[in-house]
């Protein structure tokens, strides 16, 4: 590292990741980084550095010093982040080498249009979604990295403890940008639940007592909260949200960019985490058609990266999966079905809640052969018209069921089977995805639009940012040809190319589009 | 350990620890314990188990269980504190081992005046309340013990700092009950104002930064006083005092009693500590005579265990130290005197207070052959005539000074010396003191109270409970023979043992005492 010519970087050593390396370099470090003003507190690049033994990160640290500030104090918390300065300002800032730089960024709603304008099919498109916003591996590694760094932090107190992804980071659903959702998981403590040794004397630690678990895992995120807004470098905004259903604390990452949820003993999460990822494994239609949907939901407003009334992506994946179990023939088994097939080692019974599911179902592959655009139509076209009023959406038995409760969106949780997974959906936000489904499914049927000739075309003619806030309580129609709606549709998507400029973001430019039924 | 015979004992193994070892025992282990009712949660005896290497506690801590608890939750960290439970109840209740139980308890004031009842000499008596009232040496172990487990708990973020006693603990004036005061010392932590490497690089690790020193104190001591209240077995109450003009945290902790008083980088008290201990070295007479006033101002409602306008012990000390520097010849010398035999490594300036004085101070034993008999009575004299509206006492200087602020008492803190050791005192108590110094002073001069026979006798005479509470402001006196006085006192005495039953709370008993000038 020391052979670097640049004037500061910010090194994370990391063990566990695996990065491949851009080139080859001596002692099996790589690093990437760019010339930024020495001392200046404005975020540089970071650089990766994988060293082949542990032995090298304790040299780095044993070099390392601890900041003396002039006008502040360093909090002397030594973790695995490091600044490299050039002690020589301003000798060597011509040279940069030839480091691959991991894109990390989310990519934009105007690249992504590009991006699949140049399809043959619909199909096309959607993979091409699938495949431009999915997570890349070197991210997922990174996010790996994340939970090994705060894992430091909670193994202080909790040497056993380790701190695991779960949700979209490792769910096969994840798409760059997503939330990192952790997993405090205390289980491995030795000790716990032993039963006593049968000699007449037993020892037991000395512990705090609390109330329940829920106590005590309040507690404990409360503090490595603590120590992590306090103590660990990058990580700032800490919001503890211990009385929430499942307590969590929620901070910010910056040097990765991630947005982090920290939870413990969320059993039940990471039991839903594998079953969206052997959904996912079924068919390739699953990932490709849950990506489109989602896209989709952003772009129409539907979904938002803020808390709220909004339809969750979790919902919409709900959804979707419900669809394809509802085909004909079906594209992918219902719970129940892969719960008949589960071996012993998959019975999981957690807090009286039956989560027991097949690791690996083996199924014929399907008889279905519908397309992505069919499903696409279809996926519109059943929720355009769901009766959302009297049924309940029920991937356990791949039956709408009569709802439970009033709650205008109810999709039942598919392990806690009384909770209504979109429970915080009001009927503003349930309107606005109907008509925007309606919306789509008519669009999807204009012939005009199939053929890659057109512009936009097939998916991409649905990536158009709609709103339908003046049409709830009036109900006032505009009635327009087709294709100049379209047309006027694609000229306010170019004169307003900066707030569509980001898929991670619900679009602030509102249109009033009619609804044709 | 497992051949013990108890149905519980909650263990702390203390490497640091040298308890003497109650009778031979195999493994190098001692056990001290009592029979406690099963699961109960009321506080069983402790025995502290020492061990000849560490790996033997690790062994131990590797057959512990983490307790499973029917109502409750335990907080699942480790540390080196145990329960020993007996899994067969009531098979072995009847055989009480003969172990050495370490008395840890202060004694009371009846037992006091009952041990000094017998001296020959008011000297004696002195010397008595030393031995009864100073801490023992397995006492101070503990609080070195309960330093370490602290160290621990403190370790686990900064891996090189360490937590240390300061204050009466070690400053050779605690007595038996006196709140445990630790330092947390981060000075150790490597890297710190180290010097850039000459090269063109170098490494910094990334820290949180904060505006200054004290928020940096602020800020880890917030985060380990939430540890220690949410993971430590045994510590209660916290209170985080982290605004005070130097931060700390406070606990209770039950197993050993201690008051604990968590500060850190508090390099002055530090330097406080060793210059009483090393006036403490200098001359026989200073620790009795510290000894005795301190007893009597606690007796006397003087002082008090809990904060407010009282005169404190250090202040009672600062008093003492400046009457021994006072006497001709000189018992002690000035601070001054013992700068000016400050050898380099004494040099300490910290935060720009001279805090430097000799650590070996080489002098003739004093000429001054003065008994302690005479030094209590002058003290009452010095003090019951003293200017307090005018003078300021001053250690530094051995002289009175001129007062530089209208506080009711004034005493030069010895580094910091812009600042009043006593600022907290207001013009009643310091009138309780001298009211109670010139009575002390006429006792003492009363010729049948020199003598043995008495009863009460010389210092036992001073220690009755006193009250000016409706003397301040009536001026009222009522006079009466000495001797009939003294004994209406020594009734009062008898009649209400159970409010002077322990020296460490003030006596909540008040009698009127008139004051004879």
């Not at 996912?280 to 990506?291: K, M």
Request: charged share 20%; hydrophobic share 35%; aromatic share 8%.
């Amino acid at each position: 590292m020391a052979a670097s010519v640049w004037r500061r970087v910010q090194a994370a050593a990391g063990r566990q990741l695996r990065l491949p390396r851009p080139h080859s370099r001596s002692s099996g470090s790589s690093v990437g980084a760019a010339p930024v003003a020495d001392g200046s507190e404005e975020p540089g690049h970071y650089a990766l550095v994988e060293f082949s033994g542990k032995e090298s990160i304790e040299a780095v640290q044993r070099a390392s010093t601890i900041p003396g500030l002039q006008h502040e104090c360093a909090v002397p918390f030594k973790s695995r982040f490091f600044n490299l300065r050039n002690n020589h300002l301003g000798s060597q800032t011509a040279i940069h080498p030839s480091v691959l730089r991991l894109k990390q960024s989310v990519i934009s709603l105007n690249e992504l249009l590009q991006n699949i304008s140049g399809a043959e099919s619909i199909d096309e498109q959607l993979y091409t979604v699938l495949e431009e916003m999915q997570l890349t591996e070197e991210n997922t590694r990174l996010r790996f990295l994340v939970c090994s760094l705060l894992n430091e932090i909670a193994a202080a107190y909790f040497p056993e403890c380790s701190i695991r992804p779960f949700g979209s980071t490792v769910n096969n659903f994840g798409k760059m940008g997503c939330d990192l959702d952790m997993f405090l998981d205390l289980d491995g403590i030795s000790g716990r639940n032993k039963t006593k040794p049968g000699g007449a004397f037993s020892v037991e630690y000395q512990t705090k007592r609390v109330a329940s678990e829920r106590v005590a895992t309040q507690s404990i995120l409360s503090v490595i909260g603590e120590c992590i807004d306090q103590f660990a470098p990058g990580c700032t905004g800490m919001q503890k949200i211990l009385n929430a259903r499942c307590p969590l604390v929620r901070f910010s990452h910056q040097p990765s960019g991630f947005q982090c949820d920290l939870t413990a003993n969320n059993r039940i999460a990471m039991r839903s985490t594998e079953l969206l990822y052997i959904y996912s494994t079924l068919d390739p239609r699953v990932r490709a058609l849950v990506f489109g949907i989602r896209c989709w939901a952003r772009v129409q407003g539907i979904t938002s990266s803020v808390p709220g009334a909004w339809i969750t992506n979790f919902s919409l994946t709900m959804m979707v999966l419900f669809l394809l179990q509802r085909r004909n023939p079906p594209i992918i088994p219902t719970l129940d079905q892969l719960k008949a097939q589960a071996a012993e080692k998959d019975v999981h019974i957690i807090e009286s809640h039956d989560c027991t599911f097949a690791s690996d179902y083996k199924m014929k592959s399907s008889q279905n052969t519908e397309t992505l655009e069919d499903l696409l139509q279809e996926f519109f076209e059943f929720y355009g018209s769901f009766a959302f009023n009297k049924m309940s959406i029920n991937i356990r038995k791949g039956k709408e069921q009569n709802k439970p409760e009033p709650s205008p969106l109810h999709i039942q949780n598919p392990f806690e089977q009384a909770l209504n997974v979109s429970k915080n959906v009001n009927q503003t936000q349930l309107d606005r995805f109907v008509r925007a489904a309606r919306e789509s499914a008519w669009i999807l049927q204009q012939e005009g639009l199939k053929h890659p000739k057109a512009e936009p075309w097939g998916f991409s003619a649905l990536l158009l940012p709609n709103s339908q806030t003046s049409m709830g309580k009036s109900k006032k129609r505009r009635r327009q040809p087709a294709s100049e709606r379209i047309k006027n549709l694609l000229d306010s998507l170019k004169a307003n190319k900066q707030s569509t400029d980001n898929l991670s973001r619900p679009n602030g430019h509102q249109k009033i589009i009619p609804i044709v039924r």
